[in-house]
């Protein structure tokens, strides 16, 4: 990160004058008297961010601001902190002593490394009304020293380069120059917690994201067609599941075989309903499962109209089987968007890989795109369903990714 903050690492336990990092709150901002909460769940969820990232650090807050430092490089700090669901901008900066002197010093070493001919502005901001310049004022004075000891360098207020900005507290100032852009939304943990279907595909990891941001911790369920599938579709689910986990309080995942159980499906003539049979059966052992773990919703990456499960008629059919709210947060999501942002959140190098799903498993030619309830209901009726349900819950495996070694192969018989 050439051109970032750097200036000698802070020294001593307390927080010393040195390379910090601005981290800009998000949504809490506009949150009313409950904002404590909702900033003590950021806090929570960067202290847990920084776990083993090798020194020690700190975390102050400012007005809508959290300030973190620590005994570690800067970009490291930056790096954990960009991964936190809540702050609108990650911003590698200064912190200085409030006094004119020092802060104009450390602004004209920051702008000394800008490249000679490239146009800055300094916006100013002074959060402290004791400091004697205003933030006009101060802009001013800083521009012009720095035009000054660095006349390399233009102004240029339209279209700058480079944009130093320096924030004003009673004791201390922050000045940065180069802002990342942060992951916005709700702090994670702060909508409660909700269960998401996770398979293979790109969707939906990129709903689980969507949920995160939203404020959802999320734990996982993913159903492979095991014993009848190799289990390719469980060790994509791990993985992503895992790399969903770099921006929450770990979730974890649950593995139920569905196999035998979609087998039982098609004995009791589920034909063209088969699909959207199997997915009622999934959401109505994923609520069950659900209510165990204390999650209050389900989530998928049902997008409306994408195939032929995701027709209006069988999302109600579904939604039926579920008895517990279905959030879909890609309804209205085209497939590209959703792989734009599968590339963005570092889901698609997985969601790419092959696997044997469990939906491929039984397939038929020409799924439903209305199935109805009657019909639906009639195929149900061959089968125990609680004790399916049951049994499917009695087998599960559960699987803390990011936190335990990688799950070993299951027994897995040649695919049907
Ligand atoms: P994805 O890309 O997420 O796999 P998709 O476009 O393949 O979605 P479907 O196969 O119809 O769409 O699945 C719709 C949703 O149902 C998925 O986004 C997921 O939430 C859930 N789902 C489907 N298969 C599974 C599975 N094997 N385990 C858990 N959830 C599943
Ligand atoms: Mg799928």
Not at 86 to 112: H, K
Not at 145 to 172: C, M, N, S, W
Not at 197 to 224: E, I, N, Q, W
Not at 291 to 311: C, K, P
Request: glycine share 8%; charged share 20%.
């Amino acid at each position: 990160m050439s051109g970032e903050p750097r200036v000698p690492a802070a020294r001593g336990t307390t927080p010393a004058y040195g390379p910090c990092v601005l981290l800009k709150h998000g949504e809490i901002f506009l949150k009313g008297h409950n904002r404590h909460r909702f900033t003590e769940r950021l806090h929570d969820n960067l202290r847990l961010a920084l776990r083993g990232i090798g020194g020690s650090t700190w975390i102050k807050t400012a007005q809508n601001v959290t300030v973190l430092g620590g005994q570690v490089p800067q970009e490291a700090l930056v790096e954990r902190a960009r991964r936190v669901i809540g702050f609108n901008s990650v911003e590698p900066a200064v912190r200085v002593p409030s006094t004119l002197e020092v802060i104009t010093r450390a602004a004209v070493e920051a702008m000394a490394a800008r490249p000679a001919g490239s146009g800055f502005a300094v916006r100013a901001k002074r959060r402290d009304k004791q400091f004697p310049l205003k933030s006009s004022q101060l802009a001013g004075h800083l521009g012009a020293r720095i035009l000054e000891e660095v006349p390399a360098l233009r102004v240029d207020l339209t279209r700058p380069d480079t944009v130093l900005a320096v924030e004003v507290d009673r004791k201390e100032t922050y000045l940065s120059w180069t802002r990342h852009p942060g992951l916005t939304g709700l702090p994670v943990g702060s909508s409660g917690r909700a269960l998401v279907l996770l398979s293979g595909g790109y969707d939906s990891p990129v709903a689980a994201h969507r949920a995160m941001r939203r404020g959802l911790a999320c734990d996982f369920v993913h159903f492979s067609g095991a014993p009848y599938t190799n289990p390719s579709s469980v060790y994509k689910a791990y993985a992503l599941a895992r790399e969903l986990n770099r921006y929450q309080p770990p979730g974890r995942l649950h593995v139920i075989a569905l196999g035998k159980a979609q087998k039982q499906l098609a004995v009791a003539g589920a034909g063209r309903l088969q699909v959207v049979a199997q997915r009622r059966l999934m959401v109505r052992t994923a609520s069950e499962l659900a209510g165990r773990i204390g999650a209050e919703a389900l989530v998928t990456g049902d997008s409306l109209g994408q195939v032929a499960s995701q027709t209006l008629a069988n999302l109600a059919a579904v939604d039926e089987a579920a008895g517990r709210l279905v959030l879909r947060p890609l309804i209205g999501w085209e497939k590209q968007e959703i792989i734009d942002a599968a590339r963005a959140i570092g889901t698609a190098d997985i969601s790419v890989l092959p696997d044997e799903d469990c939906c491929q498993l039984l397939a038929p030619p020409r799924a439903t795109t209305r199935a109805g309830l009657p019909q639906l209901r009639a195929v149900e009726r061959r089968l125990d369903l609680d004790e399916v349900t049951q049994e499917l819950l009695a087998g599960v495996q559960v699987m803390r990714p990011g936190e335990d070694a990688v799950p070993a192969a299951p027994s897995c018989p040649a695919p049907v």
